[in-house]
């Protein structure tokens, strides 16, 4: 469902039960009804949007992962860019200036490895500012595997260790695809992120 005004998407989601987060949420993914619903109403700005909610029909469909990993495969193809022939990567983006600011604070909440094994209920967090750091920290995280040629890699080993029953929380894949812990990768994940313009 796309709605060109806040109005039209705000009484949707309301009819049907759908609580936008925030008044920043231009578009929700309901697993349950496979329902896509996206506010254009922004126009250009809020089409990334789209790709956004598409990005995590089309995992669903391959693999049941964490809130936190389906955020950063979706927020990284938000505004994706083609850098050759088949390649697809994405850019930096708002998200990062509350990550960086973050990092620079050696805010404890602020590390690689805080993110796997995080629940749902906790990526989402109890405010909107640890909502939005959250966020920052999965894309950060895919965009940095991205970089160095380990995300699909990490993303296709955790996917089938899920489906033979084991790594939920993604701890074995990395370690398997990156040759160390996310917490032995954190100091390489964080000066990354301080490097991000």
Same mark, same amino acid.
């Given at each position: 469902?796309?709605?060109?005004?806040?109005?039209?998407?705000?009484?949707? !989601?309301?009819?049907?039960?759908?609580?936008?987060?925030?008044?920043?949420?231009?578009?929700?993914? $309901?697993?349950?009804?496979?329902?896509?619903?996206?506010?254009?109403?922004?126009?250009?700005?809020?089409?990334?949007?789209? *790709?956004?909610?598409? *990005?995590?029909?089309?995992?669903? =469909?391959?693999?049941? /992962?964490?809130?936190?990993?389906?955020? !950063?495969?979706?927020?990284?193809?938000? /505004?994706?860019?083609?850098?050759?022939?088949?390649?697809?990567?994405? *850019?930096?983006?708002?998200?990062?200036?509350?990550?960086? =600011? %973050?990092?620079?604070?050696?805010?404890?909440?602020?590390?690689?490895?805080?993110?796997?094994?995080?629940? $749902?209920? %906790?990526?989402?967090?109890?405010?909107?500012?640890?909502?939005?750091?959250?966020?920052?920290?999965?894309?950060?995280? !895919?965009?940095?595997?991205?970089?160095?040629?380990?995300?699909?890699?990490?993303?296709?080993? &955790?996917? $089938?260790?899920?489906?033979?029953?084991?790594?939920? $929380?993604?701890?074995? /894949?990395?370690?398997?695809?990156?040759?160390?812990?996310?917490?032995? *990768?954190?100091?390489? &994940?964080? /000066? &990354?992120?301080?490097?991000?313009?």
């Amino acid at each position: 469902y796309l709605f060109g005004s806040r109005t039209g998407f705000e009484r949707h !989601c309301s009819a049907h039960r759908y609580v936008p987060d925030s008044d920043r949420n231009w578009g929700i993914w $309901d697993p349950i009804r496979r329902d896509v619903v996206v506010d254009l109403s922004g126009g250009r700005t809020h089409v990334p949007t789209t *790709a956004h909610e598409l *990005a995590h029909v089309a995992m669903l =469909a391959d693999f049941e /992962a964490p809130r936190w990993f389906r955020e !950063c495969v979706g927020t990284l193809y938000e /505004a994706p860019v083609f850098p050759r022939e088949g390649d697809i990567t994405g *850019a930096d983006d708002w998200r990062y200036e509350q990550l960086r =600011a %973050a990092v620079a604070a050696h805010d404890p909440r602020a590390h690689l490895d805080a993110l796997f094994g995080m629940s $749902d209920d %906790a990526f989402r967090g109890d405010s909107a500012p640890a909502s939005l750091l959250h966020e920052g920290m999965a894309r950060a995280t !895919c965009q940095f595997l991205d970089e160095q040629g380990q995300l699909w890699p990490l993303y296709r080993a &955790w996917r $089938d260790a899920r489906a033979r029953g084991a790594d939920p $929380d993604g701890l074995s /894949a990395f370690a398997l695809v990156r040759g160390q812990s996310p917490a032995d *990768a954190d100091p390489d &994940w964080r /000066a &990354w992120v301080l490097r991000r313009r």
